[in-house]
């Protein structure tokens, strides 16, 4: 049966400032897998929040998570993943042993297969538990020996301040309600807990460079586009404090945004520049990392901390 295309029929309100008043950027098609629709990237003419405006409805938007997505699979070759645990997972473990030491509860949501918190399970002493809507992912990190919910954090039979950790690795973008999914997760914190993760961030050269086949906008799955500040803003109105968002690298970023371009075109070019490709991806490190000395990154990763009690 052909895929049937989801059409943009809800306005929602901006999810940092409330204001329903958008101009729409661009209109853009999902060039990663080649589903038809087309979808609208507007601004918030009040706060200038960039977000996906109008968008079909949420349940539409979830078909789009087919069995192919990759995120919802293990990452590649064993060099890929070793590439992966030095350039992304390393950091993450550093993280939070600064922030908790090597034990104490710690909650993945939105975790796919179970990558990083298989790796946490390795590398410290945490009580690990993992968030994922997905059945055939959270089927996938379950073979793993983890501890997974098959449903929405929401859902989740998670007791209120049990965690140490919450962690959210590129799923705030994706959420129709960021701010009542946020506020439910300080929740689960204990007092003085900690919220961490990482957003695509369009300040950055790649964003400028593709436009609507910057990867980072991976539509229709994502929702929302945050500044370094716009970050910084949503996470302080929803009560976290000691609020820090750094730039991260993330070498496929170039070769999703090229490869997005030439499928655009129905070009073969896009067959070669694969971001599943260890020279590739390799090769794009020292490049990325000179240019978030000069200030851009498509990667924002954050940290806040949720209130002690007094």
């Not at 293990?74 to 922030?99: D, E, F, N």
């Not at 073979?143 to 962690?167: C, F, K, P, Y």
């Amino acid at each position: 049966m052909a895929f049937a295309p989801a059409v943009a029929t809800e306005t929602v309100p901006c999810p940092l400032c409330a204001s329903l008043a958008f101009e729409i950027l661009f209109s853009a098609g999902d060039y990663e897998y080649g589903l038809p629709g087309e979808f609208f990237v507007s601004r918030c003419r009040q706060c200038g929040l960039m977000v996906q405006n109008p968008r079909p409805a949420f349940s539409e938007i979830l078909r789009y998570y087919t069995e192919a997505y990759e995120p919802h699979h293990s990452p590649g070759t064993a060099l890929v993943r070793r590439l992966r645990h030095r350039v992304l997972v390393q950091p993450k473990l550093r993280l939070i042993r600064s922030l908790v030491g090597d034990t104490g509860d710690v909650i993945d949501i939105g975790c796919g297969s179970g990558a990083l918190l298989a790796d946490l399970a390795q590398f410290g002493h945490w009580r690990l538990m993992g968030v994922e809507p997905n059945r055939e992912a959270a089927a996938s990190a379950r073979g793993r020996g983890l501890t997974i919910a098959a449903t929405v954090v929401e859902e989740a039979q998670v007791a209120a301040q049990s965690q140490d950790v919450a962690i959210m690795n590129h799923v705030l973008e994706h959420l129709p309600d960021p701010r009542q999914t946020v506020a439910h997760v300080q929740t689960l914190l204990r007092p003085g807990g900690h919220f961490i993760g990482e957003v695509p961030s369009p300040q950055c050269v790649e964003r400028v460079l593709f436009g609507r086949y910057w990867g980072g906008y991976h539509l229709p799955r994502h929702l929302t586009f945050f500044s370094r500040d716009q970050l910084t803003r949503f996470l302080a109105q929803a009560g976290f404090r000691e609020i820090r968002v750094r730039r991260v690298i993330q070498p496929s970023s170039w070769l999703t945004s090229a490869s997005n371009y030439f499928r655009s075109r129905n070009s073969a070019a896009a067959r070669f520049v694969s971001p599943h490709g260890f020279i590739l991806l390799a090769a794009g490190v020292l490049p990325a990392l000179a240019l978030k000395v000069l200030g851009s990154a498509p990667i924002l990763a954050f940290s806040c901390r949720k209130p002690s009690c007094r």
